[in-house]
């Protein structure tokens, strides 16, 4: 079980403090479309607000490729973050230059300051261990609170950590805690779902989380694959050849351990894709056993979402992710609606991968209803893998 130390063990008053945010928000025209990312880092920088920290703020944004680029700068986020602390908070023109260390050592007790777009240096991404002992030089502690780059072995989201002691922030204590339980302890039955397009990009997660679940439920685009392992016909539905193999080995792995693996039972079809994605379809419901020759599955009919529902019904902990269908189109989003709204009336711990999944649990205004939203659809992918995220292992232990 994971034990890092938090921003709760560790006297901050006076001390400036170096804190890795995930403020990656989508700007048009200088303006940002949607600050959630900004919202949720904001109970890490107001307790060291609070505790007369000296804040540093740092983020990547965007794709600047290592240079300098004015497209990418934070100042959207400097004034957003201003709008919400109700302070100024002070935008460095550089990362590691002059205008950071100045604007850092003129720092008051309870000040807030942002560096600029960490990614306008290319050794941000190389972890470039020059570049770590630079922004390590600008404060006494480092807090990592961007789960979703916890996954990267980058300068900021790691490197910098070997230079200075390094906790967690609030974010990534709620991931540890959470989704760290739900693998290493769960409350029983045990319950995950997954979904999305390929088998391939989730190929060690089903293997990791077999060894952990009680019922592993299989929907969107890659359960055609394990369908075609049990010898069914999946029409021109979206089918990985090079991985029925893999999915007849964890149907079999799944047997041995006594998980249940749940695949749907009907099928949505449609003669074709939908142009574009959100466009009209014309679809009709079939047996998942035999899809005809030249229909493909775009998402789980009736049954099945009943099916689904019924076993997250009696589950005490749900891990989902992944859509169960082309939920882009709304006449094929039924399938996923269905899940989300499953682990809305649930009692369970119910979290749910980044991603699109997040994305579907908030529109459907069903957020305040789930135990725990992932801040990152990677990061969370490679943690539910049990991989050691380089964000993570770089903390202080307890
Ligand atoms: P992923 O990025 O792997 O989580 O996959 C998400 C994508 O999977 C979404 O864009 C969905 O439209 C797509 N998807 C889900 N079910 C299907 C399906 N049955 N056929 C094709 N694409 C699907």
Not at 19 to 39: A, Q, S
Not at 136 to 146: K, M, W
Not at 194 to 221: M, T
Not at 364 to 391: D, M, Y
Request: hydrophobic share 40%; aromatic share 6%; proline share 4%.
């Amino acid at each position: 079980m994971l034990n890092k130390k938090s921003i709760t063990d560790i006297d901050v008053a006076g001390k400036k403090v170096l804190v890795r945010c995930d403020f990656n928000v989508p700007v048009k025209d200088g303006v940002i479309t949607d600050d959630n990312r900004i919202v949720g880092a904001l109970p890490t920088i107001r307790y060291l607000v609070d505790h007369n920290a000296r804040v540093i703020l740092c983020s990547h944004l965007g794709r600047p490729k290592g240079t300098f680029n004015l497209k990418y700068t934070l100042a959207p986020v400097a004034e957003k973050l201003g709008e919400y602390l109700g302070k100024k908070v002070e935008l460095a023109s550089d990362v590691i230059g002059e205008d950071a260390h100045a604007k850092a050592a003129s720092l008051k007790d309870g000040d807030v300051m942002l560096l600029e777009n960490v990614r306008f240096h290319a050794e941000e991404e190389a972890n470039d261990p020059e570049f770590s002992k630079a922004l390590a030089s600008l404060a006494e502690i480092y807090v990592n609170d961007a789960f979703g780059t916890a996954h990267r072995a980058h300068a900021s989201t790691a490197g910098v950590a070997d230079y200075l002691p390094a906790v967690c922030g609030f974010l990534i204590q709620k991931e540890i805690d959470v989704m760290g339980k739900a693998l290493d302890d769960p409350d029983r039955p045990f319950v995950a779902i997954l979904g999305g397009a390929k088998v391939a990009d989730k190929l060690s997660v089903i293997e990791n989380l077999l060894s952990k679940v009680d019922i592993l439920i299989i929907g969107g685009g890659m359960a055609y694959t394990f369908l075609a392992a049990q010898g069914k016909k999946t029409g021109t539905s979206l089918l990985d050849e090079s991985k029925i193999e893999y999915c007849a080995d964890m149907l079999k792995k799944a047997e041995e351990k006594g998980v249940k693996l749940l695949l749907p039972v009907d099928t949505v079809v449609s003669p074709v894709f939908p142009e574009p994605i959100d466009g009209p379809v014309e679809v009709e419901t079939v047996c998942s056993c035999c899809i005809p020759d030249d229909k493909m599955g775009l998402d789980i009919g009736e049954k099945t979402r009943e099916l689904f529902a019924n076993a997250v019904k009696g589950a005490k902990t749900v891990v989902w992710n992944g859509p169960m269908g082309v939920f882009e189109n709304p006449t094929l989003a039924k399938g996923t609606i269905a899940v989300a709204q499953a682990l809305a009336d649930s009692d369970a711990v119910t979290i749910v991968g980044g991603g699109d999944s997040a994305a579907a649990v908030q529109q459907l205004g069903f957020a305040s209803k789930i135990t725990h939203i992932s801040t990152g659809g990677g990061a969370s992918l490679e943690f539910l893998e049990g991989k050691q995220l380089p964000g993570i292992t770089c903390l202080n232990d307890k």
